[in-house]
């Protein structure tokens, strides 16, 4: 969804036109809550001292810093690339390379995992990677949250509970975009997801023990109207999408998604038995490379069309006006042309994403847990918890 929202703010495509897909940004405040879920069920009880917390740490930079390297190394050949076609397609760059948002000072912050912490007045280079920044810095927080000597769980629940209302205050009174925090807020975005998800999980163990369905109420209720529930909360999130889009309501999108994870954490219905299949598995493996490549496909994208009509005279595009801001964007004139455009970006996303997932992620992590483990060359068995 995200990638159809940002293929939406490129392009005039009839289809893409619609407020559930103008809405498609918030699935990153899904991202955060289910973070926080995931992360608590690794990590919670394995953060006990420093060396713990350190070890933790370089995980997660392993998970996240190498392909975030990689895919911005390829934007820095992508400006190299502009600037050597310009005597053969000449000038069709919106700024010139290397200034503005891909400046060689935000080069720096984003290789410094620092571009959504208030640096930058707009997205800079890679631009969705601001969430992978926030989601950075919001596992320090975690960590630390792991080591504070909190006996009673009532007391960590508070803390985490405090933690997000200060994530969503912050935003709610500061953003200007309400939810849609990023380049300047988006650090506290992503506190108020994470600690949401973060209570899900103990509310979660707090009924069974685990974090699997038990035979508490929730549990045999989950069990016996799973998949009524599982689809009644697809629609609420279809509907809750396209009437928040940027609204004021889009604040609520951490709290709605923790529903979402509440009610899925169970795998009762047709819907998580579905997604337990191993198209979604494989493309769950992906994920994290097709939202770190498709910003990158979709800029080539937008570079081949302007390059063709400059060589062809053909109009390829129109122009559009978002926010009072008026920039050309790509328009063929058939609707099916469009559609099978945005097909094609997709699959080249996804066949790109598989190549990352491959070359560069999976590599990188295996390293990286492998250092945490003291050692370069454990068995891939060892580190692949």
Not at 297 to 319: F, G, K, N, S, W
Request: with cysteine; proline share 4%.
């Amino acid at each position: 969804m995200v990638c159809i929202f940002h293929f939406n703010s490129a392009t005039r495509w009839a289809p893409g036109d619609n407020a559930f897909a103008h809405g498609g940004y918030l699935f990153v405040d899904f991202f955060f809550v289910l973070s926080g879920f995931v992360i608590t069920h690794s990590y919670a009880k394995r953060i006990h001292n420093r060396g713990q917390l350190g070890r933790f740490m370089l995980r997660r930079f392993g998970r996240v810093w190498p392909l975030h390297a990689a895919i911005l190394a390829a934007w820095v050949a992508l400006e190299i690339a502009a600037l050597a076609a310009r005597p053969f397609v000449g000038h069709f760059e919106v700024q010139e390379p290397f200034t503005g948002n891909n400046s060689p000072a935000a080069l720096l912050s984003n290789i410094l995992l620092l571009q959504a912490l208030g640096l930058h007045r707009a997205l800079t280079w890679n631009g969705p990677s601001w969430s992978i920044s926030a989601e950075f810095w919001t596992y320090l927080v975690f960590g630390l949250f792991c080591l504070m000597p909190l006996r009673k769980p009532a007391t960590a629940t508070l803390l985490a509970g405090l933690l997000a209302a200060g994530g969503a205050i912050v935003v709610t009174l500061f953003c200007p975009r309400y939810i849609d925090a990023t380049y300047d807020f988006g650090f506290f975005r992503c506190v108020y997801g994470f600690f949401l998800g973060h209570l899900v999980y103990r509310l979660r163990a707090s009924e069974t023990g685990g974090g699997k369905a038990g035979p508490g109420r929730a549990g045999m209720l989950a069990a016996r109207y799973g998949s009524l529930f599982e689809f009644g909360t697809v629609i609420l999130v279809v509907l809750f999408v396209a009437l928040a889009q940027h609204a004021a309501s889009s604040l609520a999108a951490p709290i709605v998604f923790a529903f979402v994870v509440y009610l899925f954490s169970f795998e009762s219905g047709q819907l998580s038995r579905l997604f337990c299949g191993p198209p979604f598995r494989q493309f769950g493996r992906w994920s994290y490379s097709i939202y770190m490549v498709h910003a990158l496909i979709l800029q080539i994208l937008v570079y081949a069309v302007r390059a063709l009509e400059r060589l062809t005279d053909l109009p390829l595009r129109a122009m559009a006006t978002v926010n009072g801001n008026t920039y050309s964007v790509i328009a063929f004139d058939s609707d099916l042309a469009m559609s099978a455009l945005c097909a094609a970006f997709v699959a080249m996303v996804i066949a790109t994403a598989s190549q990352t997932y491959r070359f560069v992620e999976e590599p990188s992590r295996l390293y990286f847990n492998a250092l945490a483990h003291g050692g370069p060359h454990p068995t891939r068995a060892k580190i692949a918890e």
